[in-house]
């Protein structure tokens, strides 16, 4: 399984990337994926749209069911992966570059986990 040491992770199986502008990209990890299984839908947010640290801000449709999205951050939707929308099995070819949404905000103290942490809390 794949678990970039460059990214923070959620207990919740996404996984979080600052980019140099401060922007908080986010997406689903490996492992996620993996247990989905073929991701066939993403219902994404709004640009503009208010996050809050730990609710639901997506879901993604697989062949074996639909699953919440959960927000690390708190803050406000930037943009969305446009490229999902019409091919959301990229989630599942590639899940460290099909980010679901770009986000400013801030993410709680304390609550993302990173690659070593992430891949003990699989084991």
């Known amino acids: 399984m794949n678990i970039p040491e460059e990214l923070k992770y959620t207990k919740s199986h996404e996984w979080v990337k600052i980019l140099d502008s401060g922007i908080i990209e986010i997406g689903l ?24 640290a730990g ?3 997506a879901d993604v449709e697989s062949v ?25 099995e ?9 980010w679901l949404i770009r986000a400013e905000g801030a993410v709680p103290d304390g609550e993302l986990l990173s690659a070593a942490e992430y891949s003990a809390l699989l084991k």
């Open 29 to 52: 990890s490996d492992y996620a994926q993996q247990e989905l299984g073929d991701i066939v839908f993403v219902n994404l947010p709004k640009s503009g749209e208010t996050l809050e």
């Open 55 to 57: 609710s639901v801000f």
């Open 64 to 88: 074996k069911a639909v699953s919440d999205i959960y927000s690390p951050v708190s803050g406000k939707v930037k943009e969305i992966n446009q490229d999902l929308l019409n091919a959301p």
């Open 90 to 98: 990229l989630i599942n070819k590639s899940p460290y570059t099909a």
